[in-house]
């Protein structure tokens, strides 16, 4: 076939051109070309992603990371296989089916993950210290569309249609648990701010004192938007994790956000030794009382109480941790 005339190939080369500029620029950037000696850690970019994908992603087998990072398969086996050997994943059949490969973090993994996340959150605090405060929102728009484009062409979705990230959260998430928690349950159940108040200060502990091998919090991010959260505390009871604070946005249910958080943090639960996860739910939320049976919980005790403006019904529900181990 001939090629086309110049003028029919000129509107896609402009920006040919410079995404090939951008790419040259921003790797050079972030030291991508070095990536292990740019973040002083032995894993090179490809490993260090591997890693990321597992430590935010707990049920995740071969295949799933072998789609989501379009990595050939001979390739992934074998870096998983240099993993294996240095302690940092288990490999395992998986229980839905086993003639898939799940693999999971061990304790040591997931503390190389937190050390990649940290040197990497250094790295890109460093290279933000330079930005104008007024120009950082900016700068994070512009890279949201970059994205919301390109996925957009390639078609490069997650799980159920969504690309759907579980990460810590960054600056003014925290924040957005707050609001969003008060939001979403005065539209669908008309509680007051008493509601509000209770989450304030359940985030405000978390974001004063918490032991980060401990407890932890996910954010739930469709297509670069936080629309989900859950929390993994200590509990008072000895050797238990409390969930707390499950929601996702009206708009983002029925993909498999809810699940996703859940599994997250039982399987970090599990991880770090707690025998038993509990949680602390109304009878009105029947939703997550649904998730909540899907994942093994069992209801344990019911108390009719008056709050958050309303008449409610409190339920205790239970995870024996240990019981799921294989």
């Known amino acids: ?149 390109l996925a957009g062409s390639t078609g490069r979705v997650g799980r159920r249609g969504a690309h759907v990230l579980l990460r810590e959260p960054g600056a003014g998430d925290l924040g957005w648990i707050v609001q969003r928690n008060a939001a979403v349950y005065a539209a669908e159940f008309g509680w007051n701010a008493d509601y509000e108040g209770l989450v304030a200060r359940l985030v405000a502990d978390f974001a004063q004192d918490h032991d980060p091998h401990l407890e932890r919090v996910w954010i739930a991010e469709l297509d670069g938007r936080p629309v989900g959260c859950v929390m993994c505390v200590r509990d008072e009871a000895p050797a238990t994790a409390r969930l707390r604070l499950l929601l996702v946005e009206p708009d983002a249910r029925g993909l498999g956000i809810g699940d996703q958080l859940i599994d997250a943090c039982v399987e970090f639960a599990r991880g770090v030794g707690y025998r038993d996860l509990v949680l602390w739910t109304n009878d009105v939320l029947a939703a997550a009382r649904t998730l909540y049976q899907r994942h093994g919980f069992v209801l344990v005790a019911e108390k009719p109480h008056r709050s958050f403006g309303a008449d409610l019904v409190g339920q205790d529900w239970r995870l024996p941790l240990h019981e799921l181990r294989g």
């Open 1 to 149: 076939m001939a090629n086309p005339p110049r003028a029919a190939r000129t509107p896609i080369h402009a920006p040919i051109h410079e995404i090939r500029a951008f790419n040259r620029f921003y790797t050079n950037l972030i030291g991508a070309l070095d990536y292990s000696r740019h973040l002083y850690v032995p894993y090179t970019l490809t490993e260090s992603r591997v890693l990321y994908e597992l430590a935010h992603s707990p049920h995740t087998d071969a295949a799933d990371l072998r789609g989501e990072l379009s990595l050939d398969a001979g390739y992934l086996s074998r870096l998983l296989g240099k993993f294996e050997r240095a302690g940092l994943v288990e490999r395992a059949p998986s229980a839905p089916d086993p003639r898939r490969q799940r693999i999971t973090l061990t304790a040591r993994g997931r503390d190389a993950a937190d050390l990649l996340d940290e040197r990497s959150r250094e790295a890109v605090g460093s290279l933000l210290a330079d930005v104008p405060s007024d120009e950082r929102e900016r700068l994070a728009a512009a890279m949201r569309t970059v994205r919301e484009i």
